[in-house]
């Protein structure tokens, strides 16, 4: 059983709920969510998004983002994104192995339109964690950097290069990858693009 509801007679503000139910031989089960974004401007967006779920009383989880969008409506040159995430999970499975994750994520994008060809993305991404399973306290932390040039070939072709940074145990263990991309715009508003690591983030498993 689910039902939801959103509010959009507003022009400066969207609301969304939702609640589901679910009886299920595993156990029940309940699913809540909820979400709001503000228009401070018309360049700036508030934004707010919940999630928290329960499964026979043997799984909690819960996810709550904050954020804030910036977009040049005029000019389209810069555009930002930063966003803060927390995340619950608590395990109790009868007879199995307990944990307990509680983990603070943040995250920022930016976007700048250097030349009306050639578009530059970075991003920064921070989790900090606290991890106890079965009784063993770990503290998976992980910081991850990012940059991204697309260059326009023509109308419907573009060709991106991508680097990536990644750490994780307070910078004791570091990653690199670069990466290339190949676009092409299908239709307004549609782009499809293949790519490929050239070195970094393998698994050899």
């Known amino acids: 059983v689910t039902g939801g509801l959103e509010y959009t007679a507003n022009p400066l503000w969207r609301g969304t709920a939702?609640?589901?139910?679910r009886d299920a031989t595993g156990g029940d089960s309940w699913?809540?969510?909820?979400?709001?974004a503000r228009k401070v401007s018309r360049d700036v967006t508030l934004l707010g998004r919940t999630l928290y779920s329960v499964v026979a009383e043997q799984e909690t989880r819960s996810r709550t983002q904050f954020?804030?969008?910036?977009?040049?409506t005029d000019t389209d040159t810069w555009n930002a994104l930063a966003r803060y995430e927390f995340r619950y999970e608590d395990l109790q499975p009868t007879g199995g192995i307990t944990s307990l994750l509680?983990?603070?994520?943040?995250?920022?994008?930016?976007?700048?339109?250097?030349?009306?060809?050639?578009?530059?993305?970075g991003q920064y991404a921070a989790k900090i964690a606290t991890d106890e399973t079965d009784g063993v306290e770990t503290r998976p932390n992980a910081h991850l950097l990012g940059l991204r040039g697309l260059l326009d070939i023509d109308s419907r072709w573009d060709a991106g290069l991508i680097t990536?940074?990644?750490?994780?145990?307070?910078?004791?263990n570091q990653e690199f990858g670069l990466g290339a991309e190949v676009g092409r715009r299908m239709a307004t508003n549609l782009r499809m693009a293949v790519g490929a690591n050239l070195l970094g983030f393998r698994d050899d498993g």
Request: proline share 2%.
């Open 31 to 36: 699913l809540g969510t909820l979400g709001y």
């Open 18 to 21: 939702r609640l589901e139910f």
């Open 67 to 72: 954020g804030v969008a910036f977009r040049q």
């Open 102 to 121: 509680q983990a603070h994520i943040f995250s920022g994008h930016l976007n700048v339109r250097l030349r009306p060809d050639f578009v530059l993305t």
């Open 164 to 172: 990536r940074l990644l750490t994780s145990g307070d910078f004791g």
